[in-house]
Structure formats: structure tokens, C-alpha cells
């Protein structure tokens, strides 16, 4: 999956909590949010409305408030990939030991088939051409060529 391919499921999928996301469609919109912080940051600091505590900006909040739940269901998503529950995602909350969990769970390549369908790498079980089919090759015969 390809990093505008990866933005554009996450966002479509932004309050969608069942199914499963393959590690590269979860670490590419980790980077896109990134991304995004860096160029609401930027606005801030250019627009004088970033805030002396530390804390971020009118822009950055706003963004970062914008894509919490994408984000959210793309990681229960990338658990459920791992034959997980989503909820184990609240591990988060405990410092260090639980960042450290979570990132080696993000990290974690796709289980088989289990209950939250099948693997989004190579499809049902049983199928050996990766998921989804491949279109018909041209002059296979199918089109009239």
C-alpha cells in the first residue's frame, strides 16, 4: 500500500473500528499525522497563535483534534491485524512499558485469517494469488484481445 492509498482508507475509515490494516497503511498515516503536526506547527508560529506553555497552537490542536479518531481506529484496526483486541490499545495509557508494547504490536507482522477477517496481505485462506485478485492480464482473452 502506498502512502496516499494508506491516507485515504484512514480517513474514509476515520470512525471504523472493525476490520484489520496492514502495517504499512497504519505506519504511513502515523507519518502523514506527523506530517500534518510539522505544517500546523508552522501556520502557528507564522500566524502568532502558538502558545508560550509549550502546549501547541490554535492550528495544531485543531489538527491534532481533527485526526485523533482516524488515528485511534487505525491503530484497534492494526491490533485486530495482529489477532488482537482493539481495546488492548489502552495499554498505552501506562508510561514506557505500554509505549513499548504497543510499538512492538505495531510492528508485529499480519496474523492468518482470524476473527476480524481475513489477512489483508494475501486474502482468505485457501487463496494463493494475494488480495484482491489481479485484474486479467490484457490479451488473456477476457476483453477480446
Known amino acids: ?15 471504523d473500528f472493525s476490520g484489520r490494516a496492514r502495517r504499512s497503511e497504519y505506519w504511513y498515516f502515523a507519518l502523514f499525522g506527523f506530517l500534518v503536526g510539522i505544517a500546523t506547527s ?16 490554535l492550528v495544531n490542536t485543531a489538527g491534532s483534534l481533527a485526526l485523533f ?5 487505525a491503530g484497534v484496526r492494526r491490533l485486530h491485524d ?13 508510561p514506557i512499558i505500554g509505549w513499548i508494547l504497543i510499538i512492538v504490536w505495531f510492528c508485529t507482522d499480519s496474523k492468518a485469517d482470524n476473527q476480524y477477517g481475513p489477512n489483508p496481505k494475501t486474502g482468505p485462506a485457501g487463496y494463493e494469488g494475494g488480495y ?12 477480446g484481445g
Open 1 to 15: 500500500m502506498d502512502f496516499m492509498t494508506a491516507v485515504r482508507t484512514c480517513l474514509s475509515k476515520y470512525v
Open 42 to 57: 508552522v501556520v502557528d508560529a507564522l500566524l502568532g497563535t502558538s502558545y508560550d506553555t509549550g502546549s501547541g497552537g
Open 69 to 73: 479518531l482516524p488515528s485511534l481506529a
Open 82 to 94: 495482529t489477532g488482537r483486541s482493539g481495546w488492548w490499545i489502552l495499554i498505552g495509557i501506562i
Open 132 to 143: 484482491p485478485p489481479p485484474p486479467p492480464a490484457y490479451g488473456s482473452g477476457q476483453y
